[in-house]
């Protein structure tokens, strides 16, 4: 396989900062699973013995729509369990500490992936090296794609549409509904004409009976149409994708290679979509990344309204060969009026640069901000606790 991941070092976790802020973001956020305003995010940020640190967030939403995972139900495993699993663990690499949060929660890999993520980042600036290059990744930009929520006015939501493509998007993705379809879509595909790459996500609002409804997409010539039915329904999706031309994309669905794996022996799905912080962090995602590459399935990157931080992670993911579709990796101003890092991020020919020349995420938080924002803190040390919950 092209490409090679670098095995972490050994890194000695001493203490981990977990914080929660609230994110407004620029417009509010609809699908057809719930509605956001704004994004309340879990920090989590290690420091090794020499003062070395490393970030990354929580990606879990406010309310159990998505996967079982919630701010929430995370912070508490994370505070009590994960935190001090890996300030109270001696020397290792980030690859047994992935093994250890697994097995500490199994069935929570949002807080898995926030502890694991950071602890990547930590390993690359202590190596001063890039966090792609640590991962595998080959490619200078990763291309930029845009998601737009569900609209209830159809003029609103084509002046997103044209917008978008005007800005040089390399694909835009529609949040679709049960009756909140045909229009849409039909009404942006004229908008955007027949050139600008166009998906939709279903977020597994659909049922197989409403299959017909889904077909008649076809007619605007999209790239996918992503995750339609709910997540363990790999039966389903494989009768559904028997009835259309267009690929089906699997983003909840896939929890793990295994899951990949049946998606590829059932012809459930023909592409994948990977989010490090959903599937348990990067330990997991090259895991999943791999199982598709060897069964030359598509894989692309997607966002969970992320800060910069956990955009960049999925940047440094999405620089691996086999990411051969534009992610949903938009620009800081997309989202926020402000991110929490420097630089923030830009597009620039309908592409995010892969910070290349920066160890780590390549980014820098402001910590100052950061705590000015926090809602919740607790610190975790190899020698005690302390927190103000």
Not at 123 to 146: N, S, Y
Not at 178 to 187: F, H, I, Y
Request: glycine share 8%.
């Amino acid at each position: 396989m092209p490409g090679s991941t670098t095995p972490s070092g050994e890194i000695d976790i001493v203490e981990v900062r977990v914080r929660e802020i609230p994110m407004k973001l620029v417009r509010p956020f609809e699908t057809a699973q719930g509605h956001t305003a704004v994004r309340r995010v879990i920090l989590v940020e290690v420091v090794d013995g020499d003062g070395v640190t490393g970030w990354s967030e929580c990606v879990a939403p406010d309310t159990a729509h998505y996967t079982n995972e919630t701010v929430d139900t995370a912070w508490p495993l994370i505070c009590d369990a994960l935190a001090p699993l890996a300030a109270h663990r001696p020397q290792a690499s980030v690859e047994q500490l992935a093994a250890e949060l697994s097995r500490a929660a199994p069935t929570a890999p949002m807080a898995v992936a926030a502890v694991e993520m950071a602890a990547r980042d930590l390993d690359a600036r202590r190596r001063g090296i890039p966090l792609a290059t640590v991962l595998g990744g080959e490619r200078t930009e990763v291309g930029a794609g845009v998601v737009i929520g569900l609209h209830r006015s159809i003029d609103s939501l084509v002046d997103e549409a044209t917008d978008a493509a005007a800005r040089g998007y390399r694909r835009i993705k529609l949040k679709i509904a049960p009756g909140s379809d045909a229009r849409p879509v039909a009404a942006v595909r004229e908008a955007v004409g027949p050139d600008v790459p166009l998906a939709v996500d279903g977020n597994g609002s659909y049922r197989l009976e409403q299959a017909e409804s889904l077909v008649a997409l076809e007619r605007h010539a999209l790239d996918m149409v992503e995750q339609p039915l709910p997540a363990s329904d790999f039966a389903g999706s494989t009768r559904l994708q028997l009835l259309l031309g267009t690929p089906i994309c699997l983003d909840e669905s896939i929890r793990s290679a295994a899951d990949v794996v049946t998606m590829h022996r059932l012809d459930a799905g023909r592409i994948v979509n990977l989010k490090p912080g959903r599937v348990g962090g990067h330990t997991a995602a090259l895991d999943v990344h791999r199982a598709a590459v060897a069964r030359a399935l598509p894989v692309w990157c997607g966002g969970m309204l992320e800060t910069g931080i956990g955009r960049a992670h999925n940047v440094a993911l999405a620089s691996l060969p086999g990411f051969s579709m534009p992610g949903d990796l938009s620009p800081s101003d997309r989202y926020w009026e402000r991110d929490i890092v420097d630089p923030p991020w830009h597009m620039i020919d309908g592409a995010l640069q892969v910070p290349l020349d920066r160890p780590g995420i390549g980014v820098e938080v402001d910590v100052e901000l950061v705590e000015s924002m926090a809602l919740r803190r607790v610190d975790v040390t190899r020698e005690a606790s302390s927190a103000g919950r």
